[in-house]
């Protein structure tokens, strides 16, 4: 939801059915006091409630892009 997902898309990643992830998203809303997702969004991040899940397929660390010599 922080990232901006949709309920199906959240639901296709938790195999789960939309309805499914829409009734838990209620409850998310709920506890946190929040009338949309957009501020549930914001609140569990200042929380600290909201942990990125690693990245993958790309190589640990910070990647910058655009940075390359050549040669590299």
Excluded: C, F, W
């Excluded at 640990?60 to 040669?71: C, L, T």
Aim: glycine fraction near 10%.
């Amino acid at each position: 939801m922080v990232e901006g997902a949709s309920n199906h898309q959240i639901a296709r990643t938790l195999v789960v059915a939309p309805r499914t992830v829409a009734a838990h998203l209620e409850h998310v809303l709920l506890k946190l006091g929040a009338p949309t997702r957009t501020l549930a969004a914001v609140r569990a991040e200042r929380e600290g409630l909201y942990v990125p899940a690693p990245l993958r397929g790309r190589a640990s660390g910070p990647q910058r892009h655009g940075s390359r010599r050549a040669g590299d």
